[in-house]
């Protein structure tokens, strides 16, 4: 596998780092910036979009490589190519786009390392040699999560397969090819960023109770998604919810006798035929109440669902 050192071009995402054109010009190692939106229906918003850096020097590549308090390698990935920018950004300009498994055409986040990584390794240990195209390798940064144990991050590097296409994502008849493997790994860039968004909540607002949890928190998290998708919950607010009542109500909230979702049905009798959903809105309400505290021991929190992001434009927009 060929060293970091020889990457010829960066790919930053413009969300993940703002004001990206006039703070990678200040790089001595930047020659130069193109936004991949320029020239589609999307330039108006160029500046937050994927964005492609021809290199002429390490300077950004050692910075990336930095495991500090603002990492560059979350908001980036690197590429090695001997073929023209103009060429590289023509391929890479196809991924722009793609098709839900709906049918549905949207937007992918392809230069945030956190899909790029997910997306790509979806594809097994070699690439589709159509979806690499110029690409000779692709590195994209791999960090913990925060719900678990730090470790410094390593570079994991991505290759085209030398073999017959053979996966149904490689036989696609539409670029960039997707399968089934493919959609399960944006969802699952839905769900790491849902629970880093919870996790951020709780370690400031209740470290306490999340402290107490006993066991792995990424686990838990999944576990109690898991039960509120189950239950019926569909929207991240709605998992917000259910999510922060269980950590102060337990995970049998909505089924043990003594539960909160009982004692609610004790007092709110006439609520208990609302929809699901609006039961759930129901519950976190009167869980707030001086009824529901008495029965109660722990003390009033607020809710990380206040103001709720979309999952589905956080994964793939």
């Known amino acids: 596998m060929p060293p970091i050192s020889s990457a010829t071009h960066a790919l930053v995402d413009g969300v993940c780092y703002p ?27 160029a500046e937050h ?134 959609y399960a790994a944006l969802k699952a860039v839905a769900r790491w960023q849902l629970k880093e968004r919870l996790t951020d909540y709780f370690k400031q607002h209740v470290p306490n109770a999340w402290q107490r949890l006993e066991g792995d928190h990424g686990r838990w998290l999944d576990e109690r998604l898991d039960d509120a998708i189950a239950w019926g919950a569909s929207t991240e607010r709605q998992l917000a919810i259910w999510v922060d009542l269980s950590l102060h109500w337990g995970k049998a909230l909505m089924t043990a006798d003594d539960g ?13 035929c609302l929809p699901r959903q609006e039961q759930l809105y129901a519950l976190d309400a009167w869980s707030r109440t001086p009824a529901a505290g008495a029965s109660q021991r722990t003390q009033n929190y607020g809710s990380p669902s206040q103001a709720p992001l979309s999952v589905d434009e956080e994964a793939n927009g």
Do not use: C
Request: aromatic share 10%.
């Open 19 to 45: 004001d990206a054109w006039k703070r990678l010009y200040r790089h001595d190692s930047v020659e130069e910036v193109e936004p991949l939106y320029l020239s589609t229906r999307w330039s108006a918003v």
């Open 49 to 182: 979009g994927p964005m492609l850096v021809t290199l002429k020097g390490a300077g950004l590549i050692s910075q990336a490589s930095q495991n500090d308090h603002t990492p560059l390698y979350r908001s980036l990935s690197l590429l090695s190519s001997q073929a023209s920018t103009q060429s590289l950004s023509k391929h890479l300009r196809r991924f722009i786009t793609f098709n839900s498994e709906a049918g549905q055409e949207q937007l992918l986040r392809f230069a945030d390392p956190l899909v790029t990584r997910h997306w790509l390794r979806s594809y097994g240990d070699e690439l589709p040699a159509i979806l690499m195209g110029p690409i000779n390798t692709w590195w994209v940064a791999d960090w913990t999560p925060n719900w678990a144990g730090q470790r410094a991050q390593k570079w994991q590097a991505f290759q085209a397969s030398h073999h017959p296409e053979s996966t149904p994502a490689a036989q696609a008849p539409d670029f960039p090819p997707m399968g089934h493997q493919q």
């Open 260 to 272: 909160l979702y009982a004692q609610w049905a004790r007092h709110s009798s006439d609520q208990v």
